[in-house]
Each structure stands twice: as C-alpha cells, then as structure tokens.
C-alpha cells in the first residue's frame, strides 16, 4: 500500500496576515495612550511650573526683605515678578561696634561696598523678570491678575483656574500664610 509524501507543515498566508493585523491594532492602541499620557506629563509640569514661579517670588520677598509683585497676564502667556520699587532691605543683624583697624578710622556705614561686614545687606536694584508661560494653558484669574508677597510671606491672595489638555487645575495663594497649592479639579 502506498504512503503519502508528507506534507510540510507551516503557516499559511491568511494567518499570517491576521496575526500582522492584530499587531498592528495593539501598536495603535498602545502608541495612542501613550500619546494621551504624555499630554497628561505636559499639562502638570506646566502647571507646576506655573506655581514654582509663585513660590519663587514668595521666597524673594522673604529672603530679600523686600514685597514682590506678581503679574500674570492670560493674554500675553507671561508671569512677571518684580520687587516693589523705593523700598530699602532691612539690616538681618543690628549693627555691631567693630574696633578701627590700626591707624584708621572704622566705617560707620552700613554700605556693604564700604564695609566687609558679612551680616551688611547687599543694596540691589529692583528686581524684575518675565516669564512665558505654556501656550497649552489657558489662565483664568479668578481673583485678579496681581498677587504681592510681603516680607513675611504673606500675600494678598490669589486664585487661577488652569486648563491644559481638557484637565482643569486650580493654583490658589493663601492670604494668610502665601502658600501656593495646585489642586485638579
């Protein structure tokens, strides 16, 4: 009786060109969520971002003894800070009595230039500065534009609405204490 010649086994090309499709759809489902949480990734470093310069000029206006101002501008996509003009820093230390070095007179003034007093304050022009802020964020001010810092960290209060890839964020001031939060809402 006779045998059949074996038949090579593999695959056949129907199978082939499913199982290609399958990979395909999954590549396309992963490369799309991935995508989505990249723009995710984007919106809250940019609303972190947004608060950080916040902080920043509470820190300024405590370290520097000075009130810092605030301005966001919505429109212009740019957060400016700047130190309010005609104010002079307070000494951190009262001033000490030193003994005049030999065959000099001691220096009365507190000008650090003058003086190599390590507790002298340093004598800075104003400080201003301009940031640009995400085109992605939409700003809504809720409670007016400027926010100003005192030299204690308290502040006047502040509330911004923040929207970026269809998330809502919400960054508030404290009137009380300056902290700065961001919450989503």
Known sequence: MGR??????????????????????????????????????RARADVAGFAATLRHAREQAITSRRMFRVVVDADGHTISIAALPGQEPTPIAPPTSRSAPSGGRASSSRDPSRTSDPLAVERKPDAAETRAISPRLTIEALQGTEVLFDTRGSASGGDFKLTASGAVYRVTVDRLTGRVRSTRE
Do not use: D, H, M, Y
């Open 4 to 41: 059949r010649p074996e038949i090579a086994r593999g695959f056949t090309l129907l199978e082939v060109i499913v199982t290609l499709a399958v990979l395909a759809l999954a590549a396309a489902v992963v490369t799309t969520a991935i995508g989505r949480s990249t723009e995710g990734l």
